[in-house]
Structures are given as C-alpha cells and as structure tokens.
C-alpha cells in the first residue's frame, strides 16, 4: 500500500524567512506528485506537479518553488515567506487514472 | 480554463435526512469529475470518480450522477449520520494527461444528531 508522508506537521515563521516543506511518497514508483496550497475554510489551489524526477511544472505562482530532487519526495520553498502564504499545505499523488491522493498536510502560520 | 462551480456553501441537516449538493462544470475537454470529502485537519479524500463513460459513481453510501446536458454532477446520499459533516469538493481534471485538478469552493455539511 502506498502512503504519504509530510513534514513539518506544522511550522510558525516570521515574514521573510526562508522556507522548506516536504513530502516523500512509499510504495509507489516513479508517481506523479503535485503541491497545493489551501487557505483557511477555502478551496485547493494547485501550484506544481511534477511527473519525473527534477521536472516541475508551474500552475500557479505565489512565489514559490518546488524541485523534485528523488523519485519519491517533492520539496515546496521559498527564500522569503509572505503573510499570503499562510495556509495549509498539501501534497499529492496519483496513478495513470487521474485520481489524486492528499497527504495530511502541513499547517503553516506566518506572523 | 477549467471551472467548477458549487453554489451551497454550507447546508445543516439532521440525521437521516436527503443530502443533495450540485456541482456545475465548464471545460473544452471530456472531463473526469471527482468528489473530495475533507475532515477537520486532514487532507481531502477521494470519494467518488465519474466518467463520461460510466455517469455514475457509488461509494460509501454516497452516489454521484453525471450529467452532459446541463455540465452537472451532483452528490447525494439517501441518510446522512452525524459522522457526514465534513467539507465536500467537486473536482474537474479536463487536460488530457490528467495532471491538472480544479476544485470547487467547498460545501460544509453539518450533520446534527
């Protein structure tokens, strides 16, 4: 069985700080992973997908990035954090029939 | 683009009662739709997938109907518990390679015992 796996859980930063946010995928080879970024009591916003290791494709920018350094891990970051990126965090994975998996995410609080 | 569309924000009911939310679509493609259910502090998970080949999807007592005429597919569930109320995402992937997803605002379902 596949599962996912993100961290931090949650992570409080200042305005301007860096960050780094990941999450690796087992039991599952050379899947598509995709980040989405989700604001309090809203809908998910895609940002990237990425269907092989160190290519990404942008859907949205909030100024961030993401690489995809292993087959099995996605890193979403940023050298400077905004209070727009807020938000909960949320990566995915998906077979070759569309269907998209949701990790547990990571909660992220910038002050 | 892609654009789902859910007009009900929230809806409240009482165990046992008809759930029904609509979902309207627009795409240039044949779309796959999806619904999500996502639970407090969880990440959203998958819960029915419709095709144009199948227009109808059924699970855990949940059903979702397809419809082309009206680029609808809605979500019902003849008698809901207490342990329903959760936040439900209609989702669209209309690009061929099925890598982009686009989900609706979100219908907050309030179950009271």
């Known amino acids: 069985a596949q599962t996912i796996h993100q961290w931090p859980v949650a992570e409080i930063k200042a305005v301007g700080s860096p960050l780094s946010l990941g999450c690796t995928i087992k039991g599952k080879s050379s899947p598509n992973l995709y980040w989405y970024w989700q604001a309090t009591g809203g809908t998910l916003q895609q940002l990237f997908y990425s269907i092989t290791v160190g290519q990404v494709e942008s859907v949205v920018q909030l100024n961030l990035s993401a690489s995809r350094p292993k087959d099995d891990q996605f890193i979403l970051s940023t050298e400077k954090l905004l209070l727009s990126h807020s938000g909960f965090y949320l990566c995915a994975w998906s077979r070759d029939n569309y269907e998209q998996y949701f990790g547990p995410g990571t909660r992220l609080t910038v002050l | 683009g892609d654009s789902v569309t859910q007009k009900q924000g929230q809806v409240t009911l009482s165990e046992d009662d008809f759930l029904f939310i609509n979902c309207t679509y627009s795409t240039t493609t044949y779309p796959t739709l999806f619904w999500y259910v996502q639970y407090p502090g969880q990440g959203p998970q998958l819960l029915l997938k419709v095709t144009t080949a199948n227009n109808k999807g059924i699970s855990r007592g949940f059903e979702a109907t397809y419809d082309k005429g009206t680029t609808s597919f809605h979500l019902q569930k003849a008698s809901v518990q207490e342990s329903d109320s959760a936040v439900y995402f209609c989702?669209?992937?209309?690009?061929?390679?099925?890598?982009?997803?686009?989900f609706g605002i979100g219908t907050r379902v309030l179950v009271r015992p």
């Open positions: 989702a669209l992937v209309g690009d061929s390679a099925g890598n982009k997803l686009t």
